[in-house]
């Protein structure tokens, strides 16, 4: 579930420009997920430097890097925390008595590897190339009106009209 | 988990003679883990058609296939219901407002493809080639004595003395 929110909440910024900011409720409002689950997610990438938090009434968060910075393998590595198909993968080690012979483990090490190498080939970037579909599933070309019906509606964000340049609506720069 | 189990269920019964019989409390006595979860999982691998059960006051299961043509992949693909990283991978295709265009999906599905290749290089037979040592963490050398101490008494079928053969303790033959 970490990775899943991690990976999601990564393509809604990286559909966004890249200066824009995105506040928590608004992520949640579009993706139907928990607001609680997406804070510990996004403390986590915050952490991790993938994202960056602008304080106050006005702020949000957005990418602290370039998407094509952000390799997709990495992600998974920092925010998976249950890789354990088998109990002898637990940061424990588990109590299987027969792990220290089990060759099963090599087995599933091989395997996880082979995984994450996959991942490995893959940039933010690479989820992003269709940007513009993107944007569209995600509503996030309709911020254009400055009257918003608003699906979600953000406390203290929208008694504004958006800022300035909201309207420009495509991929990061670079 | 039930991959996990399955994979123990079959470690162990790899580890015995193959004909000889082993029972669910004794796998859960073995491995410390519950009946009732070693009992579904059973009747999975039942179904299957990895392991077979005789029935009776002194039946139990053992393995319905040589150890070298139960591929491990193939168990881990039969027996793993969450490879599901992210929720779009759920059967049900999950509600994730992006899933039609994200590109995320076509990562992680080469990803775990790589991931099961490598398991797809398995059999049960090499992950039993260190039989012995197996069988001195699973206790089974111990079994020779015809007075069991019993880590975990069977009730119902410890109150015979083990059945002949019972000492010879190899790997399944072939």
Chains 1, 2 share one sequence.
Request: charged letters at 25%; one cysteine or more.
């Amino acid at each position: 579930m970490y990775t899943d929110f991690s990976l999601r909440i990564l393509i809604y910024l990286g559909s966004k420009n890249r200066s824009e900011l995105s506040t928590i409720q608004e992520i949640s409002g579009k993706y139907g997920i928990s607001k609680n689950h997406l804070m510990k997610v996004s403390h986590e990438l915050g952490k991790a430097g993938y994202i960056e938090t602008v304080r106050g009434r006005r702020g949000g968060i957005r990418l602290a890097l370039a998407p094509e910075q952000i390799n997709i393998g990495a992600v998974v590595r920092r925010m998976e925390d249950d890789f354990y198909l088998v109990e002898c993968f637990q940061p424990s080690g588990g109590r299987c008595p027969i792990s220290p012979v089990c060759r099963l483990k090599g087995a599933l090490g091989r395997a996880l590897q082979a995984y994450l190498q996959v991942l490995d080939e893959y940039t933010l970037q690479d989820l992003l190339v269709n940007t513009e579909d993107l944007r569209v599933l995600l509503q996030l070309n309709e911020n254009i009106s400055p009257v918003r019906t608003a699906d979600a509606p953000l406390p203290g964000y929208e008694r504004h009209s958006p800022p300035a340049g909201h309207e420009t609506a495509e991929a990061p720069p670079e």
